[in-house]
């Protein structure tokens, strides 16, 4: 999310649709690639750009902001969660910032979320702080992501529960049951609990998936899943990511959530990277105590706003 205060002295256009074209869908991409490049990170979140293809998503609305026919902004509004107001993000081209736009595209999802509303701030600088301020917005939450290096990597072997074995995943065999533990382990989180088969094939889909990095846990007795550790790689930086984590309610508490963190460290480490990343709530105080005993810092926050309730 990012701030512009002065009105232009142009025409500005903004369309919402349930979906987007496949040419639409290529030049929102480009503009959030062009964004991160001067921003120095993504202003739209992996969920967000994955569903900028493959046609409509229920409650999913993207906005369009033109100036004079020129594509220079962009928003994305989900209202999927059944409690919490609809979640949005922004972005506007950095060559088009100061001009009002961001206001313009924030005041737009004011209007169609019916002034309930969380947004994101990838980052948290002083001119989304600022927007937010604007649009009458206060800070809700804050997600951190936190880094260490890989290079002296020297954790204790992990110690599984008596009877848990590890396997890696095999795409289109563990689907059903993997979204099934991963609904139990995030019942409190609607944002990864939440996820379907249509979001697990987008992400198979991707060029950094990959099962060999996509660790489950199950019962020796009856092959039930009980935990996961699903690592990623972002090739284009040299960095892994301990990108989701989860042990089935039942499971929790025996230490098989550390050593899975551990077994997908060592698995990251070995493929010669040498920083891993993570992102976690920083109200999450158990978990933040137990990534920071692992050696990870905080690298950088992203602050979600939203709406007085």
Same mark, same amino acid.
């Given at each position: 999310m990012t701030d512009e205060q002065q009105p232009p002295a142009t025409m500005r256009q903004i369309d919402t649709v349930d979906a987007l074209t496949p040419s639409q869908a290529e030049a929102v991409l480009g503009l959030i690639a062009d964004a991160a490049r001067a921003d120095g990170?993504?202003?739209?979140?992996?969920q967000g750009r994955l569903q900028l293809r493959g046609g409509a998503r229920t409650g999913v609305r993207h906005l369009l902001l033109t100036v004079d026919g020129e594509f220079i902004g962009y928003a994305q509004l989900e209202d999927t969660d059944p409690i919490e107001a609809p979640a949005a993000e922004l972005v506007v081209h950095p060559a088009h910032r100061g001009r009002g736009h961001g206001r313009a595209l924030g005041t737009a999802l004011l209007g169609e979320s019916g002034r309930r509303l969380r947004i994101w701030a990838h980052g948290g600088h002083s001119a989304a702080r600022h927007l937010a301020q604007v649009l009458g917005l206060t800070l809700f939450r804050e997600?951190?992501?936190?880094?260490r290096t $890989?290079?002296?990597?020297?954790l204790p072997?992990?110690?599984l529960p008596e009877g848990v074995s590890v396997r890696t995943f095999v795409p289109g065999q563990d689907d059903t049951a993997w979204l099934a533990v991963n609904a139990d382990a995030f019942a409190h989180h609607p944002e990864q609990g939440s996820l379907t088969q249509r979001d697990l094939d987008d992400r198979k889909a991707e060029p950094w998936f990959d099962p060999a990095g996509f660790f489950l846990a199950e019962r020796e007795s +009856?092959? #039930? $899943?009980?935990?996961? /550790?699903?690592?990623?790689? /972002?090739? +284009? #930086?040299?960095?892994?990511e301990v990108y989701v984590v989860g042990v089935r309610?039942?499971?929790?508490? *025996?230490? $098989? *959530?550390?050593? $899975?963190?551990?077994i997908g460290l060592n698995h990251l480490a070995a493929a010669g990277l040498p920083t891993a990343m993570l992102y976690v709530d920083a109200d999450n105080k158990a978990a933040v105590s137990v990534y920071e005993r692992l050696g990870f810092i905080t690298h950088e926050t992203d602050l979600m706003y939203r709406t007085e309730s």
């Open positions: 990170q993504q202003a739209v979140s992996e997600l951190r992501q936190m880094r $890989l290079g002296d990597l020297d072997e992990p110690v +009856d092959g #039930e $899943l009980v935990g996961f /550790h699903w690592t990623k790689v /972002h090739a +284009d #930086e040299n960095l892994g309610s039942g499971a929790q508490g *025996g230490g $098989l *959530g550390k050593a $899975l963190t551990t």
